[in-house]
């Protein structure tokens, strides 16, 4: 598009103005500009219930009188409704809840809550936010403490007999309080709210774990007397009231209408260029890194003293746009260059911690992170904020942006896409993001591989009574569990009771945030210093020998991986590359749910079975040119979930002008593209699920695309993908058109995370492949299960 910016326009176009300095007047880079206005706020008087010590104290923290919204989501929770604040990015949401909580605690010195914050970042935020107010006059009596991870063995018992407002997260709800209610009673006893911050981040996995911890929180509460008022809030929702619901197992009301006020926000869309001397992976073009991009913007950023915040998709990411923006800096200030951070999950609570006070007060200038800041931590004053790479939803994309211009003052928020299909799309379809509706929240907390281990949890806890398993289906997955020994049922039918046998605590075994297998930890060999933790399924794709591990901008070498000991030796390296691993992987059909059949085009939503082994890793130089592949030998993994797939028959390959040879290329290229805009249409991205083809699949003996859920059991998206297949292969054939490359490229058809080497994949192919599913008829025929058949073939996998 041509730039055509008025120097004087506003304060976020100024900042645009800045960061197009050195860019020439004829590169396509920037692809879009919107203008997002402000507007006033919407004020009311206080509650008369409020009281008068809860309102003087927000007084004194000038809020002089509360917004609409806050008014409310307050007087709701006040008259016993579950209610859910779905209003923008820097609302004051908080006040809709802490009203009606000090008031309480205020009116009841016995009265207690229960904050629970998706991310440490943010609990400790609102406990400090929440600690200054309960510092005035009569609210110094109430005591407000932390309990997570981080808390002191000597701090918890103190805890558990004198907090009355408790600020933990759902792991130390399932960990420590629900396992120990016992200790715990106290606090439940008196139990009047309930606050869930920033819901929205419950979803997927992570949010069926989340919805049942609740159902077992409500039931814990309930045995001891106690009917919590549930809070939630939420920056951005599609039909926020279901999905509240759906997360506490009750009724929620919402509050949707916003009263606080806004300053303009200028957001824009960039893509960077393609790169004419360097190629990639099979000669492929390489456009110049989002990561790259975005230092050198936050570099120019920080020179203009905008205070910054720089979202990456990955932890290494955030360290690498770090340490290249310090680069940049220290070539011409070396203290302005002392002002910049990572900031990522990971790292050890002291460290957090010291970031946290350092964007607080204003000592670090700018900060590029993973989405632990994208939620509600309060950073006043920034000036821009910049995505390296669409963070997967439309809701995350605009919490991060809404990070920009807090209250009244003008911002700008600069996506730069990313070497991705997803990316490649939206910067060249803005319609499809800035028009677009927020997606619905998915979780599925019947999903046995999350139901079974909570029943297990909920049984040690209390008995399971036979209502309690009628009202969550649970009878089978309660049957299963008794036949292996860990439940036993007592009673008559209808009114017996379900009782954990078992002889250990099935608690530490389940991990709510969706983490597959225990952690390891990461270790420097020659002092024993721990640099963090990471998950066990995902440390052979990370962790492997030979792996490059950023942390706090320092490059580490992993010497060894011991999965068996949970522990990853590292030693300080700095290569001069960077390393991402191969792995094959193989799937098999174990039953089908829904067949649904299109012409020549039939497609199923199926349980499957996967198998994956990490079987090397590439090397690749920080230009983005491949230098080789290691390979490795680490053992085979298996994922039991669900997938949408669909198969070709052999006409409409024939009709499409698709030969024999081309079928593995075309299909594999159509398969990487499909999983890059799923997130589209599902609350995922791209790492959250995988994906096999094959020109013919042993189970259903034709051509195949499997697009599969990253968890066990399934997490919801691959289900989504299935309802909205025809719009999901529209946009994917619409990206790949899109796309200048002549034969593939990683913001076509190539994936970071191929299995394969991204070989074969034929571009053409897969556009001749896409148009022909789209020309056949649009109503679908739907088909009982056993219409999928078996014969033999060779998979290929992202």
Same mark, same amino acid.
């Given at each position: 598009?041509?730039?055509?910016?008025?120097?004087?326009?506003?304060?976020?176009?100024?900042?645009?103005?800045?960061?197009?300095?050195?860019?020439?007047?004829?590169?396509?880079?920037?692809?879009?500009?919107?203008?997002?206005?402000?507007?006033?706020?919407?004020?009311?008087?206080?509650?008369?219930?409020?009281?008068?010590?809860?309102?003087?104290?927000?007084?004194?923290?000038?809020?002089?009188?509360?917004?609409?919204?806050?008014?409310?989501?307050?007087?709701?929770?006040?008259?016993?409704?579950?209610?859910?604040?779905?209003?923008?990015?820097?609302?004051?949401?908080?006040?809709?809840?802490?009203?009606?909580?000090?008031?309480?605690?205020?009116?009841?010195?016995?009265?207690?809550?229960?904050?629970?914050?998706?991310?440490?970042?943010?609990?400790?935020?609102?406990?400090?936010?929440?600690?200054?107010?309960?510092?005035?006059?009569?609210?110094?009596?109430?005591?407000?403490?932390?309990?997570?991870?981080?808390?002191?063995?000597?701090?918890?018992?103190?805890?558990?007999?004198?907090?009355?407002?408790?600020?933990?997260?759902?792991?130390?709800?399932?960990?420590?309080?629900?396992?120990?209610?016992?200790?715990?009673?106290?606090?439940?006893?008196?139990?009047?709210?309930?606050?869930?911050?920033?819901?929205?981040?419950?979803?997927?996995?992570?949010?069926?774990?989340?919805?049942?911890?609740?159902?077992?929180?409500?039931?814990?509460?309930?045995?001891?007397?106690?009917?919590?008022?549930?809070?939630?809030?939420?920056?951005?929702?599609?039909?926020?009231?279901?999905?509240?619901?759906?997360?506490?197992?009750?009724?929620?009301?919402?509050?949707?209408?916003?009263?606080?006020?806004?300053?303009?926000?200028?957001?824009?869309?960039?893509?960077?260029?393609?790169?004419?001397?360097?190629?990639?992976?099979?000669?492929?073009?390489?456009?110049?890194?989002?990561?790259? $991009?975005?230092?050198?913007?936050?570099?120019?950023?920080?020179? *203009?003293?905008?205070?910054?915040?720089?979202?990456?998709?990955?932890?290494?990411?955030?360290?690498?746009?770090?340490?290249?923006?310090?680069?940049?800096?220290?070539?011409?200030?070396?203290?302005?260059?002392?002002?910049?951070?990572?900031?990522?999950?990971?790292?050890?609570? *002291?460290?957090?911690?010291?970031?946290?006070?350092?964007?607080?007060?204003?000592?670090?200038?700018?900060?590029?992170?993973?989405?632990?800041?994208?939620?509600?931590?309060?950073?006043?004053?920034?000036?821009?904020?910049?995505?390296?790479?669409?963070?997967?939803?439309?809701?995350?994309?605009?919490?991060?942006?809404?990070?920009?211009?807090?209250?009244?003052?003008?911002?700008?928020?600069?996506?730069?896409?990313?070497?991705?299909? /997803?990316?490649?799309?939206?910067?060249?379809?803005?319609?499809?993001?800035?028009?677009?509706?927020?997606?619905?929240?998915?979780?599925?907390?019947?999903?046995?591989?999350?139901?079974?281990?909570?029943?297990?949890?909920?049984?040690?806890?209390?008995?399971?009574?036979?209502?309690?398993?009628?009202?969550?289906?649970?009878?089978?997955?309660?049957?299963?569990?008794?036949?292996?020994?860990?439940?036993?049922?007592?009673?008559? *039918?209808?009114?017996?009771?379900?009782?954990?046998?078992?002889?250990?605590?099935?608690?530490?075994?389940?991990?709510?945030?969706?983490?597959?297998?225990?952690?390891?930890?990461?270790?420097?060999? $020659?002092?024993?210093?721990?640099?963090?933790?990471?998950?066990?399924?995902?440390?052979?794709?990370?962790?492997?020998?030979?792996?490059?591990?950023?942390?706090?901008?320092?490059?580490?070498?992993? *010497?060894?991986?011991?999965? $068996?000991?949970?522990?990853?030796?590292?030693?300080?390296?700095?290569?001069?590359?960077?390393?991402?691993?191969?792995?094959?992987?193989?799937?098999? /059909?174990?039953?089908?749910?829904?067949?649904?059949?299109?012409?020549?085009?039939?497609?199923?939503?199926?349980?499957?079975?996967?198998?994956?082994?990490?079987?090397?890793?590439?090397?690749?130089?920080?230009?983005?040119?491949?230098?080789?592949?290691?390979?490795?030998?680490?053992?085979?993994?298996?994922?039991?979930?669900?997938?949408?797939?669909?198969?070709?028959?052999?006409?409409?390959?024939?009709?499409?002008?698709?030969?024999?040879?081309?079928? @593995?290329?075309?299909?594999?290229?159509?398969?990487?593209?499909?999983?890059? /805009?799923?997130? /589209?249409?599902?609350?995922?991205?791209?790492?959250?699920?995988?994906?096999?083809?094959?020109?013919?699949?042993?189970?259903?003996?034709?051509?195949?695309?499997?697009?599969?859920?990253?968890?066990?059991?399934?997490?919801?998206?691959?289900?989504?993908?299935?309802?909205?297949?025809?719009?999901?292969?529209?946009?994917?054939?619409?990206?790949?058109?899109?796309?200048?490359?002549?034969?593939?490229?990683?913001?076509?058809?190539?994936?970071?995370?191929?299995?394969?080497?991204?070989?074969?994949?034929?571009?053409?192919?897969?556009?001749?492949?896409?148009?022909?599913?789209?020309?056949?008829?649009?109503? @679908?025929?739907?088909?009982?299960?056993?219409?999928?058949?078996?014969?033999?073939?060779?998979?290929?996998?992202?």
């Amino acid at each position: 598009m041509t730039r055509e910016i008025q120097p004087d326009q506003s304060y976020g176009r100024s900042l645009l103005n800045r960061v197009l300095d050195g860019v020439p007047a004829t590169d396509s880079r920037l692809t879009h500009i919107s203008e997002i206005p402000g507007h006033p706020a919407e004020t009311t008087e206080w509650p008369a219930w409020a009281a008068p010590a809860a309102v003087n104290a927000l007084r004194t923290e000038g809020i002089e009188q509360p917004w609409s919204h806050q008014a409310a989501t307050a007087d709701h929770a006040h008259r016993g409704q579950h209610v859910v604040v779905a209003t923008g990015t820097a609302s004051g949401k908080s006040l809709g809840y802490q009203l009606p909580v000090l008031t309480a605690l205020h009116d009841d010195p016995r009265a207690t809550a229960l904050y629970l914050a998706p991310t440490k970042a943010l609990g400790a935020d609102q406990l400090r936010v929440m600690g200054a107010i309960t510092r005035h006059g009569e609210l110094r009596d109430i005591a407000v403490a932390s309990y997570d991870g981080d808390t002191p063995p000597e701090i918890r018992q103190w805890v558990r007999s004198e907090a009355r407002w408790l600020f933990t997260n759902p792991d130390m709800l399932h960990l420590s309080l629900l396992r120990s209610h016992r200790r715990w009673s106290r606090f439940f006893r008196r139990l009047r709210y309930v606050v869930v911050d920033e819901c929205h981040a419950y979803r997927g996995l992570f949010g069926s774990h989340v919805a049942l911890v609740l159902r077992r929180l409500r039931r814990l509460a309930a045995h001891y007397g106690a009917d919590p008022v549930f809070v939630l809030c939420s920056a951005t929702a599609a039909d926020p009231a279901a999905a509240a619901s759906r997360l506490v197992g009750a009724d929620c009301v919402a509050v949707t209408e916003d009263g606080s006020p806004r300053g303009p926000r200028t957001v824009a869309f960039w893509e960077p260029p393609l790169l004419t001397a360097v190629t990639g992976e099979n000669g492929a073009p390489v456009r110049l890194g989002a990561t790259t $991009e975005a230092a050198r913007i936050t570099a120019d950023l920080v020179v *203009e003293g905008a205070r910054t915040l720089t979202f990456a998709r990955s932890r290494r990411a955030a360290e690498l746009i770090a340490v290249h923006t310090r680069q940049r800096l220290a070539e011409t200030d070396p203290d302005l260059a002392e002002r910049v951070a990572a900031y990522r999950g990971g790292y050890l609570p *002291e460290d957090r911690r010291a970031l946290e006070a350092g964007l607080s007060d204003g000592s670090l200038l700018a900060a590029a992170t993973t989405n632990a800041l994208e939620l509600g931590v309060d950073i006043a004053g920034l000036d821009a904020v910049v995505l390296a790479g669409f963070p997967g939803t439309v809701a995350s994309f605009r919490q991060q942006i809404g990070r920009a211009g807090r209250r009244t003052q003008g911002a700008l928020a600069l996506l730069i896409a990313r070497d991705d299909p /997803l990316d490649t799309y939206l910067v060249h379809h803005p319609e499809a993001l800035l028009n677009r509706p927020v997606e619905a929240t998915i979780i599925d907390p019947a999903n046995p591989y999350v139901l079974g281990p909570q029943l297990l949890c909920a049984a040690m806890e209390l008995p399971i009574g036979d209502a309690e398993a009628e009202a969550l289906d649970a009878h089978r997955v309660l049957t299963e569990l008794a036949g292996q020994g860990h439940l036993r049922r007592r009673g008559a *039918e209808g009114d017996g009771r379900w009782f954990y046998t078992a002889a250990e605590s099935p608690h530490d075994d389940v991990d709510v945030r969706g983490g597959i297998g225990s952690q390891v930890s990461i270790v420097v060999g $020659e002092t024993g210093r721990l640099l963090g933790t990471t998950d066990a399924g995902r440390a052979p794709a990370t962790l492997h020998e030979g792996a490059i591990h950023l942390h706090q901008g320092e490059s580490y070498l992993v *010497e060894e991986l011991d999965l $068996e000991g949970g522990v990853a030796f590292v030693r300080a390296d700095t290569p001069g590359w960077t390393t991402s691993a191969r792995r094959i992987t193989s799937l098999t /059909l174990e039953e089908v749910r829904e067949v649904r059949s299109f012409g020549q085009v039939t497609t199923a939503f199926a349980e499957v079975t996967v198998r994956s082994r990490v079987v090397g890793y590439l090397r690749t130089l920080v230009t983005g040119e491949v230098l080789d592949l290691v390979e490795l030998d680490l053992p085979e993994q298996t994922l039991p979930t669900t997938a949408v797939l669909y198969t070709v028959t052999p006409e409409l390959l024939d009709r499409a002008g698709i030969d024999a040879a081309a079928v @593995p290329g075309a299909l594999h290229a159509a398969e990487h593209a499909a999983i890059g /805009l799923l997130p /589209l249409v599902a609350t995922c991205d791209r790492w959250d699920i995988g994906g096999v083809s094959t020109a013919q699949h042993p189970d259903t003996g034709l051509p195949t695309v499997f697009v599969y859920d990253g968890q066990p059991g399934g997490a919801g998206f691959a289900e989504r993908g299935f309802t909205m297949l025809r719009h999901w292969l529209r946009a994917t054939l619409d990206a790949v058109e899109a796309c200048a490359c002549r034969s593939g490229c990683p913001s076509c058809v190539q994936s970071p995370k191929c299995g394969n080497g991204n070989d074969p994949l034929d571009k053409a192919g897969a556009i001749r492949l896409l148009t022909a599913i789209l020309a056949e008829p649009a109503t @679908p025929t739907i088909r009982c299960s056993s219409a999928i058949t078996i014969t033999g073939g060779q998979n290929v996998a992202e």
